[in-house]
């Protein structure tokens, strides 16, 4: 079973960039379509982006799109979220997750099994 730990969460002021990192243990990387999850206080879970185990297709929630990037080094065994031009509105505890591929790219957290901690993103205005 994978395990997922994120890191590069943060505060940063409006305007700025973050980088976060989810590193996975414990299973082979490339087996794993990989989801990056956003929750803020009081809301529920949402989809930020997902990549699929080749990063041949990357798909992103249009709160994000032209503002963060999802990419994955399977080499080293990490998936990443770019995060440029930041809004008090992304703050929230980011949340990688995995999971083994299907034939469809699914973008609801229920599809994910496998998940990390989070990180949290604190975006001051």
């Known amino acids: 079973q994978v395990q997922l730990v994120e890191s590069g969460g943060g505060l940063v002021q409006a305007g700025g960039s973050l980088r976060l990192s989810c590193a996975a243990s414990?299973?082979?990387?490339?087996?794993?379509?990989m989801g990056w999850f956003r929750q803020a206080p009081g809301k529920e879970r949402e989809l930020v982006s997902v990549i699929r185990w080749d990063g041949g297709t990357t798909l992103y929630a249009d709160s994000v799109k032209g503002r963060f990037t999802i990419s994955r080094d399977n080499a080293k065994n990490t998936v990443y979220l770019q995060m440029n031009s930041l809004k008090p509105e992304d703050m929230a505890v980011y949340y990688c997750?995995?999971?083994?591929?299907?034939?469809?790219?699914?973008?609801?957290?229920?599809?994910?099994?496998?998940w990390g901690q989070g990180t949290q993103v604190t975006v001051s205005s």
């Open positions: 997750a995995a999971r083994f591929p299907t034939r469809v790219l699914p973008t609801t957290r229920d599809r994910y099994p496998y």
């Open positions: 414990g299973g082979t990387f490339s087996n794993y379509d």
